[in-house]
């Protein structure tokens, strides 16, 4: 297989620029759109190891989940992106449609090396990448970066195995392993790739099983270290549900993907499934049978070329490892936009070489003229009514009320958008309201995190009472849920019953005992009761947990100072600053213990730093003027 060489560089620009301009058009104004409460929090807005690029934070990116995903290097690149624009959304969503906009760049590129250089083909293929609605979730969702990042190393390395193929450098095969390792750093879902080198190998008629192998192995290796690694972030997924109804619902799902990809309406960041789960229920029944046929058909094709099944098989091996997501909670799921974002590649793949089998047949290369006007028409035909839908369904993604609001406006009885929706309304105040969206999502499904919620909500309008009744509804459904157990431990602690709240705090450990914020809850109440010694057993395992949990770093410091260890303090108001530059009281403490230690430059210094971002800080303004009258 040759690859083939580029178009001169100014064609090549031309390429670059006018794709830019495109997906610019259709995503330009979705990067005003501000964060969801759907991921965006834990994975970027609460996350502290996105808030500063340190040893700490970097180990704690390569050494924990997302909490199912291992993506140290998604988390690196929104630690570049927070250190560029602070909490800005702007710049999370900009290097998603960078990252976007690249890809279709590449899947151009792929297919004009798969095709023999048809230019044609492979800038219609790009385009279509490009503009189609079915990848709005993952370029202007700010959580999809795992998805845009994975599929740009996997399709350089793809690219490269390709050129390696060709000319049998040592430099590009192992550009090709380093580059699908980085793709596995951003989401394992692209462990499949040494597969795909397979079947490539196949459409090519390579008949050398040992050689294909061999060469090889440096990506299986890779793929096995990287499944094993995703299995034990998944523990908790895979105990969900049965392997049939796990198999039932993949089958179904991969028909629902195509159905999405040829007809993309409507589309929804939620695809929620309130049917059983059967194989005789034709809900089930027919999409299976209709995969079969569809596979069968492929390797009927085999007769004349091994392409289509190269396009089908691709697609299916591509999805597969996503479909162990369809199953959440007491929610099941048909799919989600972003999981069809590179399988999508296979069946364009079909697409295009049966469209341009039927246009070579309707318009012969005799008919020059007549083709160049042909394929112009047929292009916008399809560009343009995907491009305005891809440009609408970027503007759901505006925020967390229109996110839910639009799965409500399609599946009005998901708990889950009804919690989302309940969270928004609790955090704008909005108390009764977020009461009545939380109840109505009861109403769906006992859900103990949705419960949980409603009795914060309860707890902060002082309705004690009805607050303890709705976690111990929660803790029915689940005893050992960590949320509800919690709750009542604030509850208590809010009206003083500090004995109960305690023993909640301790269940609480007991069942998550990896949860950093149950500590410092009890640490927080050991310390007010004067058992200083207990609270900082309390605040050190919270920091163990987490040291990157500026809270706890900070609760530390305050029970050390109490005990009189002021260096010890001071290295932890110092990793609480650290952390959170604009942490007002762990600036001030370490201000005062600084002066109090005869570093007054220092003390100084953080009192300054105070004043730049908040110039009317009294405590900060006061301590200046005595630092200021003592030195005089």
Do not use: C
Request: proline fraction near 4%; avoid cysteine; charge should be positive.
């Amino acid at each position: 297989m040759t690859f083939p060489a580029l178009p001169e560089r100014r064609t090549v620009l031309g390429i670059v620029v006018g794709f830019f301009l495109l997906t610019g058009a259709i995503y330009w104004h979705s990067l005003g759109n501000g964060f969801v409460r759907w991921d965006d929090g834990m994975l970027i807005t609460e996350n502290p190891a996105v808030r500063v690029i340190s040893p700490a934070s970097l180990k704690a990116v390569f050494t924990h989940y997302d909490p199912e995903l291992y993506i140290p290097l998604t988390f690196m690149s929104y630690q570049l992106d927070f250190k560029l624009g602070g909490q800005d959304p702007f710049m999370f969503h900009f290097t998603n449609y960078i990252l976007h906009t690249l890809n279709a760049l590449l899947v151009a590129w792929l297919f004009y090396a798969l095709t023999g250089g048809r230019k044609g083909v492979a800038l219609l293929a790009g385009l279509l990448f490009a503009v189609h609605p079915l990848h709005t979730e993952a370029v202007a969702w700010a959580s999809a970066r795992k998805d845009v990042l994975s599929a740009f190393f996997f399709l350089l390395s793809f690219l490269a195995w390709l050129s390696y193929r060709s000319s049998s450098e040592k430099r590009t095969y192992w550009s090709s392993v380093v580059l699908f390792l980085l793709g596995l750093l951003s989401k394992v879902m692209v462990v499949t790739l040494p597969v795909l080198f397979l079947l490539l190998d196949l459409r090519d008629r390579r008949k050398d099983w040992k050689q294909m192998l061999l060469e090889k192995w440096p990506f299986f290796a890779l793929s096995f270290i990287f499944g094993v690694i995703a299995l034990f972030g998944k523990q908790e997924l895979f105990a969900m549900t049965s392997s049939s109804t796990k198999l039932l619902l993949a089958l179904k799902s991969m028909v629902f993907s195509m159905q999405l990809f040829f007809w993309p309406h409507p589309l929804s960041v939620l695809y929620p499934y309130g049917g059983s789960v059967s194989l005789l229920s034709l809900p089930f029944l027919g999409p299976i049978v209709l995969l079969l046929l569809l596979t069968l058909a492929a390797l009927w094709t085999l007769r004349w070329t091994r392409d289509i099944a190269f396009g089908w098989f691709f697609f299916i091996i591509t999805i597969i490892p996503t479909l162990t997501n369809l199953a959440k909670g007491l929610e099941v799921y048909l799919g989600s936009d972003r999981y069809v974002y590179l399988p999508s590649i296979g069946l364009l793949w079909i697409v295009l070489l049966l469209g341009m089998a039927l246009f070579d047949t309707l318009f012969p290369v005799s008919r020059g003229q007549v083709r160049r006007y042909a394929v112009g028409i047929i292009a916008l035909l399809f560009l343009l009514p995907l491009s305005l839908k891809a440009y609408a369904q970027s503007s759901v993604w505006k925020d967390t009320r229109s996110l839910f609001s639009h799965v409500l406006s399609l599946y009005p009885s998901s708990y889950v958008a009804h919690n989302n929706l309940g969270n928004v309304l609790r955090r704008e105040g909005k108390l009764d309201e977020a009461v009545a969206e939380f109840r109505e999502g009861l109403t769906s499904a006992s859900d103990v995190r949705t419960l949980s919620n409603l009795g914060a909500v309860l707890r902060k309008q002082g309705k004690v009472q009805e607050a303890l009744e709705t976690y111990r509804s929660a803790l029915a459904i689940n005893s050992t849920s960590g949320e509800a157990l919690t709750g009542m431990g604030l509850v208590y602690a809010q009206t003083g019953q500090i004995e109960k709240a305690l023993e909640m705090y301790g269940e609480a450990i007991a069942v998550r005992p990896y949860y950093a914020q149950s500590y410092v809850n009890r640490g927080s109440l050991l310390l007010d009761r004067g058992q200083v010694e207990d609270a900082v057993r309390d605040f050190r395992s919270a920091v163990r947990l987490d040291p990157l949990l500026p809270e706890a770093q900070y609760d530390l410091g305050v029970a050390l100072q109490r005990q009189g260890e002021a260096a010890m303090a001071i290295a932890a108001y110092e990793a609480a600053r650290n952390v959170e530059p604009e942490f007002t009281a762990a600036r001030l403490n370490l201000g005062a213990l600084y002066y109090q230690e005869q570093r007054p430059a220092e003390a100084r210094r953080e009192f300054r730093a105070i004043l730049s971002f908040d110039p009317d800080n009294a405590a900060a303004l006061s301590a200046l003027r005595q630092m200021d009258a003592a030195a005089n």
